[in-house]
């Protein structure tokens, strides 16, 4: 990891690490047990209850979503993470439990209530989480049963009916993990993750939640998974909505026995973002009807915030998303999407790479063969690099293609 200055604000490099084990997530570090149930929210046969529980008291981190409208769970696990400690995650699926009026937040305050009565521990200590349909209230006797029943089957081993049971459209569960070493010793880090529709900063119609056997102090937590998120699931879009029940929270129980604090915090942070790299390009790749999925990188601009702008609105245009889905290196539509940003852009000075063919650069097209790009945008992930002289602002963005599968799977979410 290495941290650089960009006009004034630091900006965190990271490289890859060890191998990624994707058959096991919040279960891999020492010290958690989790369980996926069905309890009758969702349809039969499809989970929708799940609990993440620590042997200890853990140091807790969160980011949460900036939609205004954010759900009663969203509210209390806020107050949750605000109080640093926290012992379980207790997640619904199918119901949101957002825009319930007061009934939601007593209902989120009971779910809370109901796990820390078993852990015996206060129930400030337990976040909660909800998605799936607005506006609906929660069947609570299916959610108390469903408590009871995910106790009886927490398990320290495969993890898989945990991510399946926060899953909403998803067509598949998101789990990934890794042990690192540091300079105080050998570490685990374990997430799952759901999303697929309603993703866009500042943050997404998803969920991750991370644990690790790390002993870290909650503010350094805090720090760490900030600057992550701000790089990985703050830099994905399928559909420029940003949803009201959004959360990351991670949970860090030090049953390693391994503190770490100052530079030792630094691998810890690189494999942290390694892992949620991968879960933010698994829900891209996951978006609803997506067949593609594209990055749009941006240097030179004139500053980071600039950046972030203009590879944000590359992302989320309608006409570029369109464009990769039909393997069309429609470049004029790239240039006019950052030019519509909002930041400033000289583009008799910019050059523009699709699929690293140089297809624009000094205000005007570049001579290349159209087939072969064709061709190379036939696959499953399409490169935007887009190059500017303002300064040394830099970002990314991960965006899915435009598919009618899209709309059709949108257009009947309740019906």
Known sequence: MVLRKCQGVQRVQYRPMAALN???????????????????????????LALIVSETESSVAGMFTTNRACAAPVVWSKQAVAGRRARAIVANSGN?????????????????????????????????????????????????????????RLTDGDDRTTADAILTTDNASKRA???????????????????AGMIA????????????????????????????????????????DTSTNDMVVALANGASGVQLAGDALQPFEQGLYQVCEYLAKRIVKDGEGASRIFEVRVSGAADADAARRIARTIAESQLVKTAVHGGDPNWGRIIAAAGRAGAPIDVSRARLHLQNTLVFENGRPTEYDERALVEAMQTDEVTIALTLSDGDGEAHFWSSDLTAEYVKINAHYRT
């Open 177 to 195: 993990s890794l042990e690192i070493e540091t300079p105080a010793g050998a570490v685990r880090i374990g997430a799952i993750a759901k999303g």
């Open 22 to 48: 994707t058959n096991l997530g919040v279960n891999f570090p020492r010290g958690f047990r989790s369980a996926g149930v069905y309890c009758g929210i969702k349809k039969p046969g499809l989970l929708d």
């Open 96 to 152: 949101a439990n957002c825009l319930t009026g007061e009934q939601g937040m007593r209902d989120a305050q009971r779910m809370a209530e109901l796990v820390a009565k078993r852990l015996e521990c206060p129930p400030t200590q337990v976040v909660v989480a909800s998605t799936g349909v607005i506006g609906v209230p929660l069947p609570m006797p299916a959610v108390e049963s469903g408590i009871a029943q995910a106790f009886e």
């Open 201 to 240: 900063p500042n943050m997404a119609t998803m969920l991750a939640f991370i644990t690790t056997d790390a002993a870290i102090d909650p503010a350094d937590l805090q720090a760490c998974l900030a600057r992550v998120v701000n790089a990985t699931f703050n830099c994905i879009t399928v559909d420029g």
